[in-house]
């Protein structure tokens, strides 16, 4: 079991950038499905973006156009980059990391349900200001 660490949040005001990025130390897995998550304050968790280990990405409506996600595979690191940040970004932003089997479709999807406790990192904060 790894668990993935996030560095970057920060605050910003809206209309600014933030690059968030995740490590996954050790990680060898070769088909597995990657994750950006954030929980605003009264919120639920919801998923923000995905990306497999095909390279296919999957983002929320309320991203799209704004923020990219990606990684480096030689180096286990996940980024998402955020662009024209809105007061409605802000929240805790957590990264989670997972494999899937052989015998199941690569879909990973936004769920957060689907996504194992122990895969999440401690979450990083950002703070969008009007």
């Known amino acids: 079991q790894v668990q993935p660490v996030e560095s970057g949040g920060g605050s910003v005001q809206a209309g600014g950038s933030l690059r968030l990025s995740c490590t996954a130390s050790?990680?060898?897995?070769?088909?597995?499905?990657m994750g950006w998550f954030r929980q605003a304050p009264g919120k639920e968790r919801e998923g923000v973006a995905s990306?497999?280990?095909?390279?296919?990405?999957d983002y929320a409506d309320s991203v799209k156009g704004r923020f990219a996600i990606s990684q480096d595979n030689a180096k286990n690191t996940l980024f998402l980059q955020m662009n024209s940040l809105k007061p409605e970004d802000t929240g805790v932003y957590y990264c989670a990391a997972k494999p899937v089997s052989r015998w199941l479709p690569l879909q990973c999807g936004r769920d957060v349900g689907k996504w194992p406790s122990g895969s999440w990192g401690q979450g990083t904060q950002v703070t969008v200001s009007s």
């Open positions: 990306i497999d280990s095909a390279g296919k990405t």
């Open positions: 050790g990680w060898t897995y070769s088909r597995y499905c």
